[in-house]
């Protein structure tokens, strides 16, 4: 029997013997290691894809209330800027009302000012008939007691009545 390369049967036998059972070492070992190392590796690879999907729904919802935040500032300010425009019209409306109770009041003084004014004035109209009522009689007293006759009594009544004017009968 020749040999091939100093080969021999048993060599083979073992030798395929050998690959077998490294073969089967392999396929245990791989169950036993390398499916609980993929496993821990998969898991891994899950957590850190759930963990990315987590942080890029927050990074969403970070920018849907930063949106919601801004409308709410807008509408803040809206409705700040129609808070002052409603105070500048009731602004408006209290200076408008108070300008026209002063310009009333105004106007109630002013006339009472003018019935004062009027009432002054018919005092004064009075006063001034009964100066010539005083006058009158004093005139007529000294008609009586000179017993002046009457052409005297004419010039006396005309002398007063130009003294006095006609604007005295008029008021």
Known sequence: MTRLFD??????ADSVLMIIAIFF??????????NPARKTLNGRRDKIRSELDTAKQAMENAQSLKKEYETKLQEIDKEAESILSEARKKALANENQIVAQAREEADR?????RVEAELEKQKMSD???REIIVVASLMAGKIVSASVDTAMQNQLIDETLKEMGDKTWLN
């Open 109 to 113: 003084i002013l006339e009472r000012a």
């Open 7 to 12: 080969l021999d049967w048993q060599l083979l």
């Open 25 to 34: 070492l392999f396929l245990i070992l791989s169950y036993c290691l390398f």
């Open 127 to 129: 006063d001034v008939k």
